[in-house]
């Protein structure tokens, strides 16, 4: 129970902000995408831009790529984009920290799941399709809250606008470069858990990484605040 002079706002305050939760969410999404395109058949799971045109070349006769991975993957991950619509809508309007902790336990137990399954099943057909649905699922969930959320310069999973807004606000692009320290930082997190990620998964195979993303993201949810 709260003290007398404690306040909900300042349980609020409580935990790392929300900035520094999006930036460790961006170095997972490096890691489960280094997971699926390295070791499920070249597909992204978290970076639909990529996953979309990876269904291009797919469906164009491209050696390598599978259009029905890809629509797995896309298909998942717009059902739990729409799962993170309809919680937004119902957790949104309480505590954010609250909101962010749910969702991103949900995610650290999806991603978990599926280290479990890599562990146990390795290689086979149904567990191909099974990370690729859960994972794809998970990143949904997560991209449709942190939209919500609305953290200027950081979507935790492309970074096509990051890059843009970095050198077009840039000095050198006449602008002040108010906000180059985010932009960097949330490249260099992707790039630090793409190379984690595929590190592990050529030297450990899936079932680490996706374990160490899991990990990531409960230790997140676990000491997220809802301030920026």
């Not at 399709?129 to 998970?138: G, H, R």
């Not at 991209?143 to 970074?159: E, Q």
């Not at 843009?164 to 180059?180: F, M, P």
């Not at 630090?192 to 997140?220: E, I, N």
Request: charged share 15%.
């Amino acid at each position: 129970m709260p003290t007398e002079t404690e306040k909900p706002h300042d349980r609020e305050e409580r935990g790392l902000r929300l900035v520094g939760v999006l930036l460790g969410l961006t170095v997972v999404s490096g890691i489960v995408d280094a997971v699926s395109y390295l070791g499920l058949g070249h597909v992204f799971t978290a970076n639909m831009t990529g996953n979309v045109v990876v269904l291009g070349f797919a469906a164009a006769g491209a050696p390598g790529f599978s259009t029905t991975h890809s629509l797995v993957s896309l298909g998942s991950f717009l059902v739990g984009a729409a799962a993170g619509g309809r919680s937004g809508r119902r957790l949104g309007t309480g505590s954010r920290r609250t909101w962010v902790r749910i969702i991103l336990c949900a995610e650290a137990l999806l991603v978990g799941a599926t280290a479990l399954a890599a562990h146990l099943a390795p290689g086979r057909t149904g567990t191909v399709y099974t990370l690729i649905a859960v994972t794809a699922f998970a990143m949904g969930l997560r991209n449709a809250t942190v939209r919500k959320l609305g953290v200027p310069d950081l979507t935790t999973t492309v970074l096509t606008m990051t890059l843009t807004g970095l050198a077009a606000d840039s000095r050198l692009g006449g602008g002040q470069g108010s906000r180059s320290p985010r932009r960097t930082a949330s490249v260099v997190a992707m790039l630090a858990g793409a190379v984690l990620g595929a590190w592990l998964v050529l030297h450990h195979g899936l079932g680490l990484p996706l374990l160490v993303a899991a990990l990531l993201s409960g230790v997140l949810a676990v000491t997220a605040s809802g301030r920026e």
